[in-house]
C-alpha cells in the first residue's frame, strides 16, 4: 500500500514541473481570491472577525484585507473568512470545496513576510491547493456527506504545506506539518447558511500557518496522522482511496480544473445565467423562459418572488430576469431589496417558470426562450465544460475589475503576470 | 428529547448552586493546574510554543506560564500546552479527559483581563469544566476508541462556556458559543506520545476562547450544532445519550470526582504506587514484591529494566522500587536516567515481579510484600475510591509545594480560599 502521507511529503518538498496553464490559472485565482476578498470587507462577519484580530495588536507580520496588519497567524485567520464571506471565490468539484480561500491568506502571509518573490508564491500556493484537492478527495464525498467541510478540513492541510514550501521544509518536515495539521483541522458544514461558514475558511488558512509555524520551531508531532485506523481520514469519515487521490500525482494538476463564480449568487444558479447569457435576451422580446435545473436545486435556490437582496440570490426566475433587465449578476450590490421590487423585474419574473429534470446533472441547466414575434431559442450550460484559457482569463479579469475596479485589478495582474514581490501584492489586500 | 444544546446552555448561564465539597475541588485543581504548569515550562514543548507566541507580540492581555504575556487567545494557546507538557495534571474518568488544562488557561485569562475576582474565576471554571464532563460523556467512549482526544473535543465546549461566563453571556450567547465551538474544536488521539499531546489541551483552550470573543462581538453561528444529523456527535462518533449527560445537571457536579496526579508518571502506575504507600516499603527489609494489575497495562506500563528516566516513568518494578528506596516518586526530576543506574534501586528491582490479574479494573491494583523476617503483607488500591476532602486538600498541597516550592503554594492556597483578584493569582504563573 501506498505511503499516503510519505507520498504527498515527498512531491510537496520536492522540485515540481508546472504547467504553462497551472501557473496561469493559479494566477487567475490569486486575483480572484484579491478580488473578491477587497469586495467582502464591509460584510458582518468581516467587521467582527476584523475587530477581534485587531484589539489583539501584535507585531505587523501580514496586512489584513481592509486594511491594517497583525501576526501571520491572525492575519491568515482574517483573510482566510473575509475572502470567504461573499461565498464567491473558487470552487474545485473534486476536492469539493473553496481551495483559495484556504491557501492564500496563509501563503500570501508567509510570502510577504519572508520577503519573497510573486513567482514563489504563486508555486507555493499552487502545489498548496493540488495537495487540499488531492486531500479533498481523499476524503472525499463519505466526509462531506457525514457533515464535514472540505473547504476547512482538506484546506488546512493545503495550507500547512504551502507555507511549509515558502520556509523550504524538506520531506521529513512536510510530513510532520501534515500530521501535526491532522489533529488541528476542523470545520463542520452545519455552519452553512450562517457566519460559521466563512469562519471555516479562516481556520483552515489560520490552522494551517499555525502548524506550520511550529514545525519549523523543532515542534516533533506524529508525523503519520492522516491514514491509518486513527488518522485524520478513519476518525473524519474519509473514503481512504490513496491510489486514486495520488494517481499522476507530479505530471497532472487536478487544480486546473478549478471553477470561477462569475455571478454573486448561489452555485446552483450558475448554469441557467451562463445559459442566458448565450442566449442574450432583451427583456422587452420576451414573451416566455422555461428554465429546467436538476431536481436537486429546487429546494435550495427556486425562491418564486424574493423580496431581499439574499432572497433573490437563491432565486432562478429573479436571477434571469435580473439578467435580462440589465442588472450584472457579477456585482454583489446588484442583489437588492430594491431590485426585487424593481417593476420592469416583477413583470419579466412572471413570465419565467421553472421545471425540475432529471436528466440534467447537477452541473447542467437548459433554458427554452420564446419570444413576442415567436420565435423560440435553446441554450444549455455545463459549468463543467471547459472555458478556453484566454476565455477564463477574460471572464475572471472582467469581473475583478468590476469588484475593484480596472486599474486595480490590472495593477494586480500585471504584478502577478510579471513577478515583483509577495509584499507588493500583499500591499493590494486593501485600496 | 431534550433539547441538549438548550440544556447546557441554559445551566451555563443561569444562578448556580455549588456545594462547599465542589468549591474546594476546583480550588485545589485550580493549585494543582498552576504548579503542574509551572513545573512545566522547560519541556521542549512549552519553549516551542512560547517562542511562536512571544514573536507575535500584541497587547499584554493575559500572563504566561514562564514569564510575559500575550493577547487572550494566544496565551491560552501556550497555557493549555505548558500545562500538559508533563501529563501531570487532572483527570476526569466520565469525561474522558483532563479537564482543567483545558478550561482555567482560558478562565483565567480572560477574568484577570476582566478584572474579576477569583470567586467569579472559580464558580465559571467549575461551570464550565462540569460542562466539559457532561460533553465528554454524551460523547461517550465511541468518541475516545475512534480516535478523537476528549481533553481537546469536550475541552473547547467548555472553555468556551467558562469565558461566556466571565463575560455575563445570556443562554442565547451560550447556545451560540457551543454552536461556533462545534466549528472549531478538534483534537486526534495519534498525538498521544508526542508533544501533540499537550498541543491538543491548548487547542482546547485557545479555540474556546476564540469562540466566546466572536459571540461577545455578535458573531451569528449555527447555534444548534453539537446534537442532530450533522452535528458534532454525529460527526464525531459521539454517543449522543442526552438523558445520561444532563441528568442531575444542576443539583450534582460531576466535576467533583476528578482524580489528582500525584505520581509524575504513566497513570497506570499510580494505584500500585498508593498501595506500596499503605505498606510503607522500607527497601532493606524486602525479600520479594509482586504486584498484580489489570492485564492491559502489561503492554503500556511494563518495561522491565529501563535505563532512562522516560523508560521509568513506564515501569512498576522501577516505581516501586524508587519508592521503597527513597526517590519522590511525586517529583517529575526524580525520573531520570541517573536514578536507573542507582545499584540500590536494581537490586530491589531484581526482587519485584508484575502479573496481570483479570479480576482487577484498570484502576485497581495489588501489591503482596515478603520481608526477609518471613512476615508477608498485601494492600489493594482502587484509584476511584473516594479520597476524604481533606486527605485530597493534603495531597494537592503537598504536591504543590514539591513542584514549587511551600510558600508559593501556600500563598496561591490563600488566593484561592480567602479571595482576592484574578489578577493576582495570574501573576502566579511565573514566579
Same mark, same amino acid.
Not at 273 to 301: Q, Y
Given at each position: ?90 470552487? %474545485?468539484?473534486? %476536492? ?46 463519505? %466526509? ?288
Amino acid at each position: 500500500m501506498t505511503d499516503f502521507t510519505a507520498t504527498l511529503a515527498e512531491f510537496a518538498a520536492g522540485p515540481v514541473t508546472t504547467t504553462a496553464q497551472a501557473r496561469i490559472i493559479t494566477s487567475l485565482s490569486a486575483l480572484d481570491w484579491l478580488a473578491v476578498g477587497r469586495a467582502g470587507i464591509d460584510e458582518p462577519v468581516s467587521r467582527i472577525i476584523r475587530e477581534m484580530i485587531l484589539s489583539e495588536g501584535g507585531a505587523e507580520q501580514a496586512r489584513l484585507f481592509g486594511g491594517g496588519a497583525a501576526p501571520l497567524r491572525a492575519a491568515a485567520l482574517v483573510n482566510g473568512t473575509i475572502s470567504h464571506a461573499l461565498d464567491y471565490d473558487d470552487t %474545485h468539484f473534486a %476536492h469539493i470545496g473553496h481551495p483559495s480561500v484556504a491557501v492564500f491568506p496563509a501563503t500570501l502571509g508567509i510570502a510577504a513576510f519572508e520577503d519573497r518573490p510573486v513567482v514563489d508564491l504563486l508555486e507555493a500556493a499552487l502545489v498548496g491547493m493540488e495537495l487540499s484537492v488531492r486531500i479533498g478527495l481523499w476524503l472525499g464525498r463519505d %466526509h462531506y456527506q457525514a457533515g464535514f467541510h472540505q473547504t476547512a478540513t482538506a484546506g488546512a492541510f493545503g495550507a500547512a504545506v504551502a507555507v511549509g514550501r515558502i520556509l523550504g521544509f524538506d520531506a521529513t518536515q512536510m510530513r510532520q506539518v501534515l500530521g501535526l495539521a491532522a489533529t488541528r483541522a476542523a470545520g463542520q458544514k452545519t455552519q452553512f447558511g450562517t457566519m460559521g461558514k466563512p469562519y471555516n475558511a479562516g481556520l483552515a488558512a489560520a490552522n494551517g500557518i499555525e502548524v506550520a509555524l511550529l514545525i519549523q520551531n523543532g515542534f516533533q508531532p506524529n508525523a503519520q496522522a492522516l491514514e491509518g485506523p486513527y488518522g485524520f481520514g478513519a476518525t473524519h469519515a474519509g473514503m481512504n482511496d490513496v491510489a486514486r487521490a495520488v494517481d499522476g500525482l507530479g505530471d497532472e494538476w487536478l487544480f486546473e480544473s478549478v471553477s470561477h463564480k462569475f455571478h454573486a449568487c448561489c452555485h446552483g444558479l450558475h448554469a441557467a445565467l451562463e445559459a442566458a447569457r448565450d442566449l442574450d435576451i432583451a427583456e422587452p422580446e420576451v414573451a416566455e423562459i422555461k428554465i429546467r435545473t436538476h431536481p436537486r436545486w429546487m429546494s435550495v435556490c427556486n425562491q418564486l418572488a424574493p423580496t431581499t437582496g439574499l432572497g433573490a440570490k437563491f432565486s432562478y426566475r429573479t436571477v434571469i430576469a435580473m439578467q435580462a433587465v440589465g442588472y450584472d449578476t457579477a456585482l454583489p450590490a446588484s442583489f437588492s431589496d430594491k431590485t426585487c421590487a424593481d417593476p420592469r423585474l416583477i413583470s419579466l419574473r412572471n413570465r419565467i417558470t421553472v421545471e425540475a429534470d432529471d436528466t440534467l446533472s447537477e452541473t447542467q441547466a437548459r433554458l427554452e426562450l420564446l419570444r413576442r414575434d415567436g420565435v423560440r431559442r435553446e441554450a444549455e450550460h455545463d459549468l463543467l465544460a471547459p472555458l478556453s484559457l484566454p476565455d477564463r482569463e477574460d471572464r475572471v479579469r472582467e469581473k475583478a475589475s468590476k469588484l475593484i475596479g480596472a486599474d486595480e485589478a490590472d495593477a494586480i495582474w500585471s504584478m502577478l503576470r510579471t513577478g515583483g514581490r509577495a509584499a507588493d501584492l500583499a500591499d493590494r489586500l486593501d485600496d
